[in-house]
């Protein structure tokens, strides 16, 4: 029981960090942010677990499509922007 509470909540740690990586950008497109950018603003720099989740949720954005990566610099998708837009109104 203890295991299954464990993956949910890592499941849930996950689905923060990528959805505060993914505010981060959108908050300051189009200004080009890296991949070292991010790590420093999330404090990811301080805790090597924390660096950790910071590599799956760039991992899992790139993924589904939400952000680009082009060698170290990370920028949200188009698609994405346009979802930001459109919650905003």
Do not use: K, Y
Not at 4 to 21: C, K, L, M, W, Y
């Amino acid at each position: 029981m203890e295991e299954r509470e464990n993956i949910r909540s890592t499941s849930g740690e996950d689905a923060a960090t990528e959805s505060a990586v993914l505010q981060l950008l959108l908050a300051l497109h189009p200004i080009p942010v890296t991949v070292e950018d991010v790590v420093r603003e999330t404090g990811a720099d301080r805790d090597p677990g924390e660096r950790d989740a910071l590599d799956r949720a760039l991992r899992e954005l790139t993924g589904a499509g939400l952000i680009h990566r082009s060698g170290d610099l990370v920028l949200p998708s188009r698609a994405a922007v346009r979802f930001d837009e459109l919650m905003e109104r």
